[in-house]
C-alpha cells in the first residue's frame, strides 16, 4: 500500500482554505465530553493560507508568514494541525509541508482549522485517493470542531460542537474589515470564561433565526442589528481594549462591529466596499493591520 501510493504521488499540491467568521455565534452549556454545545453561522472570508504539500523521504515543516502574522506561535513539529491531519490519514508516506499564513494566528478565525482542511485535501489529492466527501469530513471533524467547515467554505450553519456543517444559500457579498490583535488568545479561556461569567446557560444555545432571516434579505444593515456571539463578552471581559476597539470602528463608520468567535480579532461589517475602504483609512490612523475582505468565499481547493 505504502509503495503504491509513493509511486503515484505526484507533484506538489497546494490548497487554499480561508479564514472564518461567525455571524451567529449561540452558546450552550458544557456537554459531557466538556465541548460547549454551538448553533452557528460561519461565513468564510476572503483571507487565507496556502498549504503545499509534497513527498519527501522525512517529515517536514516550513511556516511563512505576511507581515502583521506572528508565526512565532505556530508550531512546527508533529503537533501543528496540518501534520497531525497527515499523520491521521498517511499509510507510511512522509510529507514536506509549507504554510502560507494570512490568517492572524490565535485569532478566532480557524486559521489553525483552515490548514488541518489544507492538508486533509491536499494529501488526498496528491495520493489521488479521490475520497468521498464525507470521509474528507469525518477526518476533518476528528481533527477539530472548525476544520469541517474550512472545507465547506461558503456561508454554513454549525450544530453539534460545531462539527456538524449545513450550507446556507447566501447570495450577498459582505465586506468586512478585520483588525487582528498582536497577542493571541486561548479558545480554551475564552470559553472557561464565558462558564464562568454564564452558569446558567441554556442546555440549548441560541438559534439563528434573525441572523437566516437577514443573510436572506442581503441588507447590510439589517445583517448588522442580527450578529450574535456569546463569546463576545467573555473575550471583551479577558481583553477590555476589543471593546475600546470596536467602539473606535462602530464611530468611524461600520454597520456593527464584532469579536470574530472567540477573539481577539475584530471584525466590522460595512456598507459595501466603498464602505470598507472608508473604514480601513479611518482605522489605520490608530491600528496598525487594518485588512478588508469580502464573503462568503470558497471552502478549500486546490489552486491550480
Ligand atoms: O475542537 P477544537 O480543537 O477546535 O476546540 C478547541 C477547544 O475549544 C476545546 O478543547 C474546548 O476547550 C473549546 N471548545 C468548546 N466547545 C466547542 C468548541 C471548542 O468548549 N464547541
Not at 510529507?95 to 490565535?106: D, E, F, L, S, T
Not at 446558567?200 to 456571539?229: C, I, K, M, Y
Not at 468567535?261 to 490608530?286: K, N
Request: glycine content about 10%.
Amino acid at each position: 500500500m505504502v509503495e503504491v501510493r509513493a509511486q503515484r504521488a505526484s507533484k506538489p499540491v497546494t490548497v487554499r482554505a480561508a479564514a472564518k467568521i461567525n455571524l451567529h455565534l449561540g452558546v450552550g452549556r458544557p456537554r459531557e465530553d466538556g465541548f460547549h454545545p454551538l448553533d452557528t453561522v460561519y461565513q468564510a472570508i476572503s483571507l487565507h493560507d496556502d498549504v503545499t504539500v509534497s513527498a519527501a523521504a522525512e517529515d517536514a515543516l516550513t511556516v511563512v508568514g505576511a507581515g502583521y502574522v506572528d508565526v512565532d506561535g505556530v508550531p512546527t513539529d508533529a503537533a501543528n494541525i496540518a501534520m497531525r491531519a497527515l499523520a491521521e490519514v498517511a499509510c507510511g508516506e512522509r510529507h514536506h509541508v509549507r504554510i502560507g499564513k494570512q490568517i492572524p494566528v490565535a485569532g478566532g478565525m480557524a486559521g489553525g482549522s483552515a490548514d488541518g482542511a489544507a492538508a486533509l485535501l491536499a494529501h488526498d489529492r496528491l495520493h489521488d485517493l479521490r475520497q468521498p466527501d464525507d470521509v474528507l469530513l469525518e477526518q476533518a471533524a476528528r481533527l477539530g470542531s472548525d476544520v469541517p467547515f474550512s472545507l465547506v467554505g461558503g456561508t454554513a450553519r454549525g450544530r453539534g460542537r460545531g462539527e456538524v456543517v449545513e450550507p446556507i444559500e447566501d447570495p450577498g457579498a459582505w465586506w468586512w474589515v478585520v483588525v487582528p490583535s498582536t497577542v493571541g488568545l486561548s479558545t480554551p479561556a475564552v470559553y472557561r470564561h464565558f462558564d464562568a461569567m454564564f452558569p446558567d446557560a441554556p442546555e440549548q444555545p441560541a438559534e439563528p433565526t434573525e441572523l437566516l432571516a437577514a443573510l436572506a434579505s442581503g441588507e447590510p444593515v439589517r445583517l448588522a442589528r442580527a450578529l450574535h456571539n456569546d463569546l463576545e463578552e467573555p473575550a471583551i471581559d479577558l481583553r477590555p481594549e476589543l471593546g475600546t476597539l470596536i467602539e473606535r470602528g462602530q464611530a468611524a463608520g461600520a454597520l456593527r462591529g464584532t469579536v470574530s468567535g472567540s477573539g481577539p480579532t475584530c471584525v466590522f461589517l460595512c456598507d459595501g466596499r466603498e464602505g470598507a475602504m472608508e473604514l480601513v483609512a479611518g482605522l489605520s490612523e490608530e491600528y496598525d493591520v487594518v485588512l478588508p475582505a469580502v464573503g462568503p468565499v470558497a471552502g478549500a481547493h486546490v489552486l491550480a
